[in-house]
Antibody, heavy 120, light 111 residues
């Protein structure tokens, strides 16, 4: 069974930093394209960014609103995905989902999400 | 950026009746490899999203066959042949031809 478990969310002040983690199991993590998708309270889904697998160059892409502030990384040995978020803004407040693409799409499986609140 | 536009915003449906959701992209989703990377996701209340349909019309593992997808180019449709109570939620289309973008969502509720 595929499992994606996010952690690291919480309350942070504007301008602050936070690091989210996603622990993956139940599939070959090194073969997956991994992404972060967020959902502001009561709003729709917004793609944050993704990291491809090593054989695809481990290329990383970001959505424009987070480019230069957020950094995605992965640890294939530990089956972990990370999202380093710096210079946080109030508009970054959202539930952040970790997703795994294992063959059908880039978002075949989703975690339960972790809430990030940016407020003074 | 490719913009995804869904209609309607809300779809009240009688149990056992069909439902249909439309999605239009701002440019063709046909990729150079011949595939069209258009997917549909379902988000039940209080739950994370779940993949239903990929590459226009392929049902993901475990998805009931009352869900079907169709379309081409820039116009796509998700149909539920007979709505059940567990189908209540918000449905999103998503393109992955050029990075990823999601439609705004369509809420399916029971009349």
């Amino acid at each position: 069974e595929v499992q994606l478990v996010e952690s690291g969310g919480g309350l942070v002040k504007p301008g602050g930093s936070l690091r989210l983690s996603c622990a993956a199991s139940g599939f070959t993590f090194s073969n997956a394209w991994m992404s972060w998708v967020r959902q502001a309270p009561g709003k729709g889904l917004e793609w944050v960014g993704r990291i491809k697998r090593k054989i695809d160059g481990e290329t990383i892409d970001y959505a424009a609103p987070v480019s230069g502030r957020f950094t995605i990384s992965r640890d294939d040995l530990g089956n972990m995905l990370y999202l380093q978020m710096n210079s946080l803004k109030t508009e970054d407040t959202a539930v952040y989902y970790c997703t795994a693409g294992v063959g059908a799409t880039e978002v075949d499986f989703w975690g339960q999400g972790t809430l990030v609140s940016v407020s003074s | 950026d490719i913009v995804m536009t869904q209609t309607p915003l809300s779809s009240p449906v009688t149990l056992g009746q069909p439902a249909s959701i439309s999605c239009r992209s701002s440019q063709s989703l046909l990729y150079s490899d011949g595939n069209t990377y258009l997917s549909w996701l379902q988000q039940r209340p209080g739950q994370p999203p779940r993949l239903l349909i990929y590459k226009i019309s392929n049902r993901f593992s475990g998805v009931p066959d009352r869900f079907s997808g169709s379309g081409a180019g820039t116009d796509f449709t998700l149909k539920i042949s007979r709505v059940e109570a567990e189908d209540v939620g918000v449905y999103y289309c998503m393109q992955a031809t050029q990075l990823l973008t999601f439609g705004g969502g369509t809420k399916v509720e029971i009349k």
